[in-house]
T-cell receptor, first 109, second 114 residues
Framework: GDSVTQMEGPVTLSEEAFLTINCTYTATGYPSLFWYVQYPGEGLQLLLKATKADDKGSNKGFEATYRKETTSFHLEKGSVQVSDSAVYFCALLGQNFVFGPGTRLSVLP | EAGVVQSPRYKIIEKKQPVAFWCNPISGHNTLYWYLQNLGQGPELLIRYENEEAVDDSQLPKDRFSAERLKGVDSTLKIQPAELGDSAVYLC????????????FGNGTRLTVT
């Protein structure tokens, strides 16, 4: 069945550092891909999405490009802030929404 | 627009007791999901509804879990009897059900079974 794999956390960075969180997927067909974020004490929120190969999703300085040849959807941000500290989930929509295990990011001032 | 509403936010019960969770999705969203989220893990699918029909319940432990979505709007998830291992956060989410439609999540119900 469909599955999503993410790099294990926690990831700890200093403010203004560059962020990459790797995500790869296995799916039949051509799924849509998403990144969700869960801030402390809050519910999951959509961060960005891409629905076809080579699409780039972006929001709040975060970007991810749908790479069909490598079945990847890595999340990047050029300069992280303390307020970006959260858990990030990669997800795909094929027949169902399937989520990765999440990657915890801590940004230190 | 109003978001996905779940209740209760927290529930503490003793093992072998029944428990029910309620979800009101975003108006007009025909697709509704129930997920289970253990601490430090991603959401795991329990059941998906399209309108009032459960189109995927393959991950629902049917010996103790049941769900319904009467009239294709609100949904209820029930556990009877609860076990210690059922302690988790139960998430409800809804979407328009199209290829690029994101899921909108409620805040979840945190269940503790003692």
């Amino acid at each position: 069945g469909d599955s999503v794999t993410q790099m294990e956390g926690p990831v700890t960075l200093s403010e203004e550092a560059f962020l990459t969180i790797n995500c790869t997927y296995t799916a039949t067909g051509y799924p849509s891909l998403f990144w969700y974020v869960q801030y402390p004490g809050e519910g999951l929120q959509l961060l960005l999405k891409a629905t076809k190969a080579d699409d780039k999703g972006s929001n709040k300085g975060f970007e991810a490009t749908y790479r069909k040849e490598t079945t990847s959807f890595h999340l990047e941000k050029g300069s992280v802030q303390v307020s970006d500290s959260a858990v990030y989930f990669c997800a795909l929509l094929g027949q169902n929404f399937v989520f990765g295990p999440g990657t915890r990011l801590s940004v230190l001032p | 627009e109003a978001g996905v509403v779940q209740s209760p936010r927290y529930k503490i019960i003793e093992k072998k007791q029944p428990v029910a969770f309620w979800c009101n999705p975003i108006s007009g969203h025909n697709t509704l999901y129930w997920y289970l989220q253990n601490l430090g893990q991603g959401p795991e699918l329990l059941i998906r509804y399209e309108n009032e029909e459960a189109v995927d319940d393959s991950q629902l432990p049917k010996d103790r879990f049941s769900a319904e979505r009467l009239k294709g709007v609100d949904s209820t998830l029930k556990i009877q009897p609860a076990e210690l291992g059922d302690s988790a956060v139960y998430l409800c989410a809804s979407s328009l059900g199209q290829k690029d439609s994101p899921l909108h999540f409620g805040n979840g119900t945190r269940l503790t079974v003692t």
